[in-house]
């Protein structure tokens, strides 16, 4: 006989690149997680899971203890939430990926005022700029930023906000040089990339009157991270390609000159991403998904219209 807390362990296992990667989300050592997986395939009288090298891979029978454990839990969560939704109340197990400055700034927020609203709601927010590298069975809500791609397909795609992508420097770079009058100009520029979401970042897109120009920029300097490489442009080290929540009060308060104004670069929404699996239809994730909704309408980086 097997246990949903037996389940919910196997689970954290299968969906874990390694038992270090299992313990970290379990919050137990790594032997603690030997030892309870060693003695859970005695009882079931099976081997579930090889461990080539350091990374797991889950035997045939391991694949259909996670297959069929995970269907049994979404069941119960589901009942839960059935009989929850009888007393009004809104319960659950709700995971939720975002970008690491993105969802610091604008979703971490909502999922500290949702889960006060709501007590009986547990929210694990997952800050990753590699929405790809996030299997889709382990999230119930992801929110991404610009072009979608390398998620997985069968994604409901809810958009959330308007997101320009601004070329700007700082009032002290451009003071030694002249600003850049075409896209071409920015070859001559110290340029500053930001590697994320496996993008070809050293080529800039642009298009003014239905034209489209490209520029293959020679970064001086680069990061992964979006606030190192603001805080570059800030101290006037060069030139940025940025998306607009990031950088508008930057450009509002002149900390930041916005360079190219007559050339759109493409745009890169704010947009919401529902798993295809039950839970995602939960009450919880639609909930949620709408007070993040509306916590972004009007998007907070842009000034009301006039």
Excluded: K
């Excluded at 009942?79 to 939704?85: K, M, Y």
């Excluded at 110290?190 to 003014?208: G, K, M, P, Q």
Aim: with cysteine.
């Amino acid at each position: 006989m097997i246990a949903t807390d037996d389940l919910r362990f196997f689970l954290a296992i299968a969906e874990a690149p390694s038992l270090a990667a299992a313990s970290r989300a379990l919050d137990v050592s790594p032997p603690a997680v030997t030892q309870r997986l060693r003695a859970l395939e005695e009882r079931l009288g099976t081997h579930l899971v090889d461990r080539p090298g350091r990374h797991l891979a889950l035997t045939d029978e391991g694949e259909v203890l996670a297959e069929r454990g995970r269907a049994i839990l979404d069941a119960l969560g589901e009942l839960d939430e059935a009989l929850a939704a009888r007393r009004g109340q809104v319960v659950g197990h709700l995971r939720v990926v975002a970008p690491l400055g993105f969802g610091r700034r604008h979703v971490a927020p909502v999922a500290a005022a949702f889960q006060a609203a709501h007590p009986e709601v547990a929210i694990d927010l997952t800050l990753s700029d590699r929405l790809g590298s996030v299997p889709e069975g382990t999230f119930d809500l992801a929110v991404h930023v610009g072009e979608i791609a390398g998620a997985a397909p069968g994604l409901i795609a809810r958009r959330l906000a308007p997101n320009a992508r601004i070329v700007c420097a700082a009032p002290a770079y451009l003071a030694a040089r002249p600003a850049p009058a075409i896209p071409d100009d920015l070859r001559g520029h110290a340029c500053i990339a930001l590697r994320e979401n496996d993008e070809d970042v050293t080529l800039w897109r642009f298009a003014r009157d239905g034209r489209e120009a490209r520029v293959r920029i020679e970064p001086r300097l680069a990061s992964n991270d979006g606030e190192v490489v603001r805080g570059w442009a800030l101290a006037g080290r060069g030139v940025i390609l940025r998306s607009e929540w990031d950088v508008a009060d930057d450009l509002r308060a002149g900390r930041l000159v916005r360079l190219l104004p007559d050339f759109a670069a493409p745009e890169a929404p704010v947009v919401a991403l529902l798993g295809a699996r039950r839970r995602a239809r939960a009450a919880r994730t639609r909930r949620f998904l709408d007070a993040l909704a509306a916590a972004l309408d009007p998007a907070p980086w842009r000034e009301p219209a006039a």
